[in-house]
């Protein structure tokens, strides 16, 4: 059974940075692409950032692109989140996924497994 743990979510200023990880286990990470979502309150989760499975292509959203930067260690099996500059916009809860093999990214169907969640809260 596949399982994505993320940590490293907080509170902190806008301007502030985070580094967000997700620990997966069980199944072949190395063959997976990943991704990172998010979903604030009465909102639709949306897409973040993706990684292939090899770490050599990385794809953003217009929100975060240039501010985030997405990466792995298929050697320790986790998808990392590098956040600066942030905003309170960014306030949410951040979700790890699992593309089961389909490459249209900011599609939730596409995930075939997903982590419970962290909470990163940016304040003004």
């Known amino acids: 059974q596949v399982q994505l743990v993320e940590s490293g979510g907080g509170s902190v200023q806008a301007g502030g940075s985070l580094r967000l990880t997700c620990a997966a286990s069980?199944?072949?990470?190395?063959?997976?692409?990943m991704s990172w979502f998010r979903q604030n309150l009465g909102k639709e989760r949306e897409f973040v950032a993706a990684v292939t499975s090899s770490g050599t292509r990385t794809y953003y959203s217009d929100a975060v692109k240039g501010r985030f930067t997405i990466s792995r260690d298929n050697a320790k099996n986790t998808v990392s989140l590098e956040m600066k500059s942030l905003r309170p916009e960014d306030t949410a809860v951040y979700y790890c996924a699992r593309n089961g093999w389909n490459y249209d990214y900011e599609n939730l169907a596409s995930y075939d497994y997903w982590g419970q969640g962290t909470q990163v809260t940016v304040s003004s």
């Open positions: 069980g199944g072949t990470f190395s063959l997976y692409d």
